[in-house]
Antibody, heavy 120, light 110 residues
């Protein structure tokens, strides 16, 4: 059973950089595909970034200039960095596994989510 | 990329069937059989209910079914139960190799 646990600062100031970590247990991060997805208060889901098991990545065009997804295989962790934060980045951030064959979008395992609030 | 269009809310009585639509374009929903649906209860993480338009993961009730016609995908819940009251989100692969979600639908059991 794959389990995902996000961790992060909770509260960050505008213009700062957000760094989130997702610790994966029950499976190797190298053998699956991964995404970060966020949900602003009272809104729908918003896809942020995707990492293939090869290490290649793709990003939501609206966030591409500010976001980086990466993996530390030695720690079995996924990371997200989002720069130049604004209040519009306030959301619950989810770490998610894509259990498909790559491109199918089968988000079968989700972390519990971590609340990020951008405020001065 | 614009969010896929879903009705803001759908309601039904226990035992009834309801259908939630998810409308996109030929560049996403209409172009690929990579549409998935997620159920989300308040304060909880989303749960995969349907993938590849109409496939159910192991453990998901057969009261949930998915289909697609043209640029619109649909999720049908049969035999509506109180526990089905939740938000539902659709998701699609796009022609630019991106991922787009729907605007979300709140299902109310009357």
């Amino acid at each position: 059973q794959v389990q995902l646990q996000e961790s992060g600062p909770g509260l960050v100031k505008p213009s700062e950089t957000l760094s989130l970590t997702c610790t994966v247990s029950g499976g190797s991060i190298s053998s699956s595909f991964w995404s970060w997805i966020r949900q602003s208060p009272g809104k729908g889901l918003d896809w942020i970034a995707y990492m293939y098991n090869s290490g290649s990545t793709k990003y939501n065009p609206s966030l591409k200039s500010r976001v980086t997804i990466s993996a530390d295989t030695s720690k079995n962790q996924l990371s997200l960095k989002l720069t130049s934060l604004t209040v519009a980045d306030t959301a619950v951030y989810y770490c998610v596994r894509d259990g498909g064959l790559g491109g199918e979008i089968v988000f079968d395992y989700w972390g519990q989510g971590t609340q990020v609030t951008v405020s001065s | 990329q614009s969010a896929l269009t879903q009705p803001a809310s759908v309601s039904g009585s226990p035992g009834q069937s309801i259908t939630i639509s998810c409308t996109g374009t030929s560049s996403d929903v209409g172009g690929y059989n990579y549409v998935s649906w997620y159920q989300q209860h308040p304060g909880k993480a989303p749960k995969l209910m349907i993938y590849d338009v109409s496939n159910r993961p192991s453990g998901v009730s057969d009261r949930f079914s998915g289909s697609k016609s043209g640029n619109t995908a649909s999720l049908t819940i049969s035999g509506l139960q109180a526990e089905d009251e939740a938000d539902y989100h659709c998701c699609s692969y796009t022609s630019s190799s991106m991922i787009v979600f729907g605007s979300g639908t709140k299902v109310t059991v009357l």
